[in-house]
C-alpha cells in the first residue's frame, strides 16, 4: 500500500509539468520505405540526400522524396529521341557523381567522365518520357548503373527518427558523451540533441530530431532564443484557434515526416486537426514571442488564404528545454588540424 | 534430363538474380571527404550542405567549426576591421543570432577564426576579402563578433582538389517478388 502511494507520487513529480507525453532523443534520422525497410540514414537538417554503394564500386547520391527517390542531375542525349549517348548535368548540389533516376522501375544513370561543354537535343524525365530539348552546358558521360531501385524499394517513403534516451523535463545538466559531434543545449546546460550543420541553416538555426512517447518524429527548428514554429491566428492579438498555412502543409519537409507546428510561448505541439479552408489571418506567432499583424497588399489588416486549424497533441516544450540555446561540439566531431 | 537441368537453372538464375540489375546495391556507411593526397580533410556523414558545398564539421574544444567545402578548395569568407588598412581588432559579421559561436575561414591559407569577444555593435571601415585583398569603405556601424586566429591555415594542411569517398556497408535486401 505504501509502496504503491510513493509509486504514484513519483510519477506524479517526474510527469512533465502540463505534456501529457514523454520526450525521447533521437540516435538516427532515417528513411524507410512502405514494407518499412531501411532506405538510408539523412542528414538532419532539410538535406533529404541518400547515400548508396553499388557492387561496382559506384557512389550514388540519392535525392528523397514522399512518392519517390530521384536523383541529383538531369539525364540528356546526344540525340533526338533520346537516342545516342546518355550524359548528365552537374547535380544543383555540387556532389560528384550525378545520377538520375528515371522510369517506374526507378532506373538508376551515373556519372562516369569528366564535365565538359557538349550541345544535347533530348532529355529523360523523371516519369520516364523523353523530350526533345536542345542545350549547350557542362555535360558528363552517363552509364547505366545496373540498378533499378524498384528492384530494393517501395514508396510511399517516410521520414522517421529512431527514439534513443528518454528526455528529462525541467533544468537537468548533461554533459557531453565520449561519442557526440554536434549538440544542442538548451539555458540549463541540458541537451536538446544532437544536429548537424548545414550551409543553408548554420549559424542561424539547428534542426534536431525528436521522437514523442506516441512515435510522432518531430523535426525541432531551433533558433538561438526560441523554438522555431509559425501559427497565425484569425485574431490581431494571437489568440484563439491556431492555424498553419496550407503551403507549409504540403512542404513539410518534402511530406516526409508527420506536419506539426509550435504554438505559443510554451511551445505547445500541434497537429492539424481538419481541412484546408480559405481564411483570413489577422496575426502570426513565429516563436519568437513577438505576435506580428498581418496586412494585406493595401495595408488592410487581415490576409486571405488557405490555412488549415490545428490541436495540441499533448506535449509542451517548455517543460523540457528552456531558451536561449547554443552548439556544443564533442569528440565525435574531428579536431582541427594542430599546428606545426 | 538434359532439358530437366536446363530449365533448373533457368529457373536457379531467375529466382537469384536481382530482377532487372546487374549491379547490387549497398547501403553507404562513411561518406569521407579526401584531398589529393589522399589525406581525409573530415566526415561529411550524413550527407549535408548543398549548392556545390559538402559540409565538414571541425571543432575547436568544444567550438564547432564548420567548413564548407568545394572539390577546388575551402569555402572562404571575409572578415571586416574597425580601422582603415584592415588594422585593429578582427570581426565578423554577426547577424545571424548566437546558436553557434562564429568562425570564419579566410584568406588564400584558410586561416581559421574562432569567436572570441561577445556580439556588439562595432563600426567596421574596412574589409580584408576572401582572397585576401584589403577594402577600405565607408564606416559602418552593426553587429559584429570579435575573432582570433587560431593559428591553423587549412589550405597548409589540405591540398585541393577534394573529392568525396563513401564505403560500403550490409547489401540493401531485395523487395520480395
Do not use: V
Given at each position: 500500500m505504501t509502496a504503491g502511494i510513493l509509486f504514484f507520487v513519483g510519477v506524479l513529480l517526474l510527469a512533465p509539468a502540463a505534456s501529457a507525453q514523454g520526450l525521447f532523443r533521437s540516435d538516427a534520422l532515417v528513411l524507410y520505405d512502405s514494407t518499412g525497410k531501411t532506405v538510408g540514414t539523412l542528414s538532419?537538417?532539410?538535406?533529404?540526400e541518400v547515400v548508396f554503394r553499388t557492387g561496382a564500386g559506384r557512389t550514388i547520391f540519392v535525392v528523397a522524396r514522399a512518392a519517390s527517390l530521384n536523383g541529383n542531375a538531369n539525364l540528356y542525349f546526344s540525340e533526338t529521341g533520346c537516342s545516342g549517348s546518355p550524359f548528365l548535368t552537374r547535380a544543383d548540389s555540387g556532389r560528384q557523381p550525378s545520377s538520375h533516376i528515371s522510369g517506374p522501375r526507378q532506373t538508376v544513370h551515373v556519372q562516369a567522365g569528366e564535365f565538359g561543354r557538349r550541345r544535347m537535343q533530348s532529355a529523360l524525365l523523371a516519369d520516364g518520357r523523353c523530350v526533345d530539348s536542345a542545350r549547350t552546358s557542362d555535360f558528363a558521360r552517363a552509364v547505366?548503373?545496373?540498378?533499378?531501385?524498384a528492384d530494393y524499394f517501395t514508396p510511399p517513403f517516410q521520414l522517421r527518427a529512431t527514439p534513443g534516451e528518454a528526455i528529462p523535463t525541467g533544468a537537468v545538466a548533461e554533459p557531453l558523451d565520449p561519442t557526440d559531434r554536434l549538440v544542442v543545449y538548451d539555458a540549463n546546460g541540458k541537451k536538446v540533441g544532437a544536429t548537424r550543420a548545414d550551409g543553408v541553416y548554420a549559424p542561424a538555426a539547428a534542426v534536431v530530431a525528436v521522437v514523442t512517447a506516441s512515435g510522432m518524429t518531430l523535426l525541432l527548428t531551433v533558433d538561438d532564443s526560441y523554438l522555431s514554429g509559425q501559427a497565425y491566428f484569425e485574431s490581431t492579438d494571437c489568440t484563439g484557434p491556431p492555424f498553419i498555412f496550407d503551403d507549409g502543409v504540403g512542404d513539410h519537409w518534402a511530406n516526409l515526416v508527420p506536419v506539426t507546428t509550435l504554438v505559443g510561448p510554451r511551445r505547445a505541439v500541434h497537429a492539424p486537426s481538419g481541412n484546408a479552408a480559405t481564411r483570413t489571418m489577422s496575426s502570426v506567432d513565429y516563436g519568437s514571442g513577438e505576435c506580428y499583424i498581418l496586412r494585406n497588399r493595401i495595408g488592410i489588416v487581415g490576409q486571405t488564404g488557405r490555412f488549415v486549424p490545428l490541436e495540441p497533441i499533448g506535449l509542451e516544450l517548455a517543460d523540457y528545454f528552456t531558451p536561449p540555446f547554443t552548439v556544443r561540439a564533442g569528440r565525435g566531431t574531428r579536431a582541427l588540424p594542430t599546428p606545426d | 534430363m538434359g532439358l530437366l537441368v536446363g530449365a533448373a537453372a533457368l529457373l536457379a538464375v531467375a529466382l537469384l538474380a536481382p530482377a532487372a540489375a546487374a549491379d547490387t546495391l549497398f547501403y553507404a556507411d562513411r561518406l569521407t571527404v579526401h584531398d589529393a593526397n589522399g589525406r581525409m580533410v573530415g566526415s561529411a556523414w550524413p550527407a549535408s550542405g548543398g549548392m556545390n558545398v559538402i559540409i565538414v564539421e571541425f571543432r575547436r574544444g568544444s567550438t564547432p567549426v564548420i567548413v564548407g567545402v568545394r572539390p577546388d578548395g575551402f569555402i572562404r569568407g571575409f572578415l571586416r576591421f574597425p580601422n582603415a588598412g584592415c588594422t585593429g581588432q578582427p570581426l565578423v559579421d554577426a547577424f545571424w543570432g548566437e546558436l553557434y559561436r562564429y568562425t570564419a575561414v579566410v584568406g588564400p591559407r584558410s586561416t581559421v577564426y574562432v569567436q572570441s569577444g561577445a556580439v556588439r555593435m562595432w563600426t567596421k571601415r574596412s574589409t580584408l576579402t576572401a582572397d585576401g585583398r584589403c577594402n577600405d569603405h565607408e564606416p559602418s556601424r552593426d553587429l559584429a563578433a570579435a575573432v582570433t586566429a587560431i593559428g591553423v591555415n587549412l589550405a597548409d594542411e589540405f591540398m585541393p582538389p577534394f573529392t568525396t569517398r563513401t564505403t560500403a556497408g550490409a547489401a540493401v535486401p531485395l523487395t520480395a517478388p
Open positions: 538532419q537538417p532539410g538535406n533529404l547505366p548503373a545496373g540498378i533499378d531501385l | -
